[in-house]
């Protein structure tokens, strides 16, 4: 079959849709609410390169950063059998933090490797020093288990120890093994949708189509960086502080675009600092690359084609590129967000009627556990807020915003499962920055402790508001507050302490900027 305009939509469809495939089963097998019904996972099919082919419309910023877990398996190990899955974690083999586990199997065809399948996965808690893995830490080791790149299956045999020492340095363990075998059955089914395509069409065949998809993909990103006028874009923004203390952690970046290439570099963006925001380098790529497709208006397949016209440069014992052991929590989730508002920030001088202000800016992490009757809870959860007014029309309210791309979880499945109450979910009216097209409203949302805990938060627009362009205001501030034994006080964006039954948890989160006077 040659390949043509028509063909390359089919197997585009086609491979995409082993992803999706992949990600139905992961959710609907899953045991936590964070991947039931957040949504907190990705899924993707790459070549036998290791190159990306394909990707399920799930999470940015593990999806960018993801062709950086299967090289790394794929060079740990020498040979791979049928049957084989391998398991890791360490942000700095190719991870974003701890708690996202990715699995990478092959899938062959005639005796070799044909394609790989890759899903990864946050899990609620893998450890370390809070629950929820995503600590006010200051090294790695703090934030829980890390897994080299390891086999937790050879020639489909599972290896029964290390899934006992995963499951062991949780503080849910069978909600763990769950998930685990939930990515595992999602493997499977990528595994033989596969399979059943080479079957279908011949090896040759797909893996043509495979090759052609990522050139059409490069030359769809060129024509979107052509259509960029050439010259050099500069932004500044900043994140407020690392769990440690409170002070300004500028992101610099300067885009240089020359016909139909581009270079984003972070040069001058703040050293790597003490405390969990520091991000490593495949973040900044992810977000970077993120942006970029946002400009493309036809829908342009992300793959590894993607990747080739943008060169990403992010300055050595840095924030974006931080030294082992690092500690990096939160430089997933707070900063990851900031590379993408300062991106678009660069990107709206050259562009300042297609991009909007920005969203909310934070993810609003919120982790909680604790014991009840002999046994551990532990929870993990984002919260939307407000998206950005821009040329389009006004922000959406109460919406997850650029990497995280998840859902809120729904007020019943926190109350069925965990010791906690939700007295208000609404939104935050108002807090959208004005302009001539309105930022959108964050969210309030109001828990009661019904047995004691150890919460952690970590957020960020509590100090710098999200901004407003082309003359429209900034959205509100978010904020969060603490209310025990009756008295409420203001809490700083990341906090961790100790609760009890009847004390409250109050987050309002940001709203958009305003775009346009």
Excluded at 191 to 214: C, I, P
Excluded at 274 to 287: C, D, F, K, M
Aim: proline share 6%.
């Amino acid at each position: 079959m040659p390949v043509d305009a028509i063909s390359l939509e089919v197997f585009k469809n086609l491979f995409a849709s082993v992803a999706e495939e992949m990600g139905e089963t992961l959710k609907r097998a899953s045991f936590s609410p964070n991947i039931k019904e957040r949504l907190d996972f990705s899924c993707a099919v790459f070549d036998a390169e290791g190159r990306m082919v394909a990707q399920a419309a799930h999470i940015p910023v593990h999806l960018g950063s993801m062709p950086a877990s299967v090289e790394t398996a794929i060079r740990a190990f020498e040979s791979f059998q049928q049957g084989d899955v391998v398991v890791l974690n360490d942000p700095y083999g190719g991870g974003t933090h701890l708690p996202d586990i990715t699995m990478v199997s092959p899938v062959f065809a005639g005796g070799r490797i044909a394609y790989f399948v890759a899903s990864r996965a946050h899990h609620a808690d893998v450890g370390g020093m809070s629950p929820g893995s995503l600590p006010l830490s200051t090294e790695l080791y703090q934030e829980g288990l890390i897994i080299p790149p390891i086999k937790l299956i050879y020639s489909g045999w599972i290896n029964e120890a290390a899934l006992a020492l995963i499951t062991a340095n949780s503080r849910a363990p069978e909600e763990r093994t769950g998930d685990l075998e939930a990515q595992l059955a999602a493997h499977r089914v990528g595994e033989n949708r596969l399979r059943d395509l080479m079957v279908e069409h011949g090896v040759e065949v797909v893996r043509e189509h495979a090759d052609a998809l990522q050139d059409y993909s490069r030359r769809m990103t060129e024509s979107v960086i052509e259509s960029i006028p050439d010259g050099v874009y500069t932004f500044e923004d900043a994140l407020e502080g690392d769990g440690q203390r409170e002070f300004r952690i500028p992101i610099i970046v300067s885009i240089t675009v020359n016909g139909a290439q581009m270079i984003v570099d972070f040069a001058g963006t703040a050293p790597q600092v003490a405390g969990n925001l520091n991000a490593v380098s495949a973040i900044a790529r992810s977000a970077t690359w993120y942006c970029i497709r946002l400009l493309a208006e036809d829908d342009v397949p992300v793959n590894h084609g993607c990747f080739l016209p943008v060169e990403v440069m992010v300055p050595p014992h840095s924030l974006l590129n931080p030294d082992f052991p690092a500690a990096v929590a939160v430089g997933n989730t707070e900063t990851g967000q900031r590379v993408t508002d300062a991106v678009l920030g660069a990107l709206a001088q050259a562009l300042p009627n297609r991009i909007p202000a920005a969203s909310q800016g934070t993810m609003n992490n919120f982790t909680f556990g604790g014991v009840l009757d002999g046994h551990q809870f532990v929870y993990y959860e984002t919260i939307g807020g407000g998206h950005g007014g821009g040329p389009l029309g006004h922000g959406v309210s109460g919406r997850h915003s650029h990497m995280t791309n998840t859902l809120n979880t729904p007020v019943e499945a926190i109350e069925h499962s965990l010791p906690v109450r939700v007295l208000e979910y609404r939104l935050r009216d108002d807090s959208g920055g004005p302009g001539k097209a309105r930022g959108g409203d964050g969210i309030r949302r109001v828990y009661e402790f019904l047995a004691p805990a150890t919460i952690t938060l970590n957020s960020e627009r509590r100090i710098y508001a999200p901004y407003g362009l082309r003359g429209g205001e900034d959205g509100e501030r978010g904020e969060n507050r603490l209310i025990q034994n009756g008295e409420s006080q203001v809490i700083s964006g990341k906090f961790t302490t100790q609760v009890g039954p009847g004390d409250q948890v109050i987050i309002e989160t940001p709203g958009g900027g305003g775009w346009g006077k």
